[in-house]
């Protein structure tokens, strides 16, 4: 009977508690109005200018790198460079940077040569300016802390690739 009499109490408070929606699905992404002069075309031709770039210069090793400091390098506005990248590359700034940032320190630290480098040493070579944000992003980019990857880089696989995309 006691039994009885607790499922009874137990189950009239569960259906007092509210209920939890589910979440609305995100309405689809409307087309930008400001396209800051760029065709499909020239927005392109952009996206491979910054792409060989940042795949000759390394520009992303450097911790003070900023969206302004490469627009300047590739002669375009700010809001140009962010354009393409968020249209072109379905990216931001900052992801695209952490990228290749996360790209180089799983290159470094797969190298035989590179094990006696502290991960510290290395997540800073390849651009991060501190610690606690290059083990944030590695993480969130690749499913493992730079020490669990470095242990055995082909171990898993990637949760979603070196590339971030937008929070």
Do not use: C
């Not at 031709?45 to 790198?65: D, F, I, Q």
């Not at 006696?116 to 944000?133: C, Y």
Request: cysteine-free; overall charge neutral; hydrophobic content about 35%.
């Amino acid at each position: 009977y006691s039994a009885l009499l607790y499922w009874v109490a137990f189950t009239g408070f569960v259906h007092t508690l509210p209920r939890r929606e589910p979440p609305a699905p995100k309405p689809p992404r409307p087309e930008r109005a400001e396209t800051y002069g760029l065709t499909p075309e020239a927005a392109a031709e952009h996206v491979g200018t910054l792409e060989s770039v940042m795949k000759e210069e390394r520009l992303y090793l450097n911790p003070a790198l900023t969206l302004g400091a490469l627009a300047d390098r590739l002669r375009l506005s700010d809001k140009e460079v962010s354009y393409v990248l968020n249209e072109s590359l379905g990216t931001g700034y900052t992801d695209y940077v952490n990228g290749l940032r996360v790209e180089e320190a799983q290159r470094l630290l797969a190298l035989p040569e590179r094990e006696d480098d502290s991960v510290l040493q290395i997540g800073l070579e390849a651009g991060f300016a501190s610690k606690a944000t290059f083990n944030r992003v590695f993480k969130r980019a690749t499913g493992r802390t730079p020490t669990q990857y470095r242990k055995a880089p082909d171990a898993a696989p990637e949760a979603s690739g070196a590339r971030l995309r937008s929070v």
